[in-house]
């Protein structure tokens, strides 16, 4: 009867190992699936954050060339380097680097 009992309790022991076992099995695989898409997480954002630094100097160096177009100066300096123009009473002169022919 005594052997029966210890059997027993071997058999339960043994059945809620498995049962423990599993379970750290399952948690283990979720924390590690945590962590993953935590990584991930950090990663994209550290995406988002380099492209909103960028869109911010962007942004910065668009709102300082608005500033210098509208003034009349500004204009002109625009429009002289964009385009061969010079204003009446000039004449233009242009340099040709020999080296690029």
Known sequence: MAR?????KTARSLFIIIILALVCTVLLMSVIRLYKKNKSSRETKNDYQEKYEEL???KENLET???????DRGIEAELRSRYDVVKEGEQMIKVIDEERN
């Open 4 to 8: 029966n009992s210890n059997s027993k």
């Open 65 to 71: 060339k608005l500033e210098a177009v509208q003034s």
């Open 56 to 58: 911010e100097e962007k």
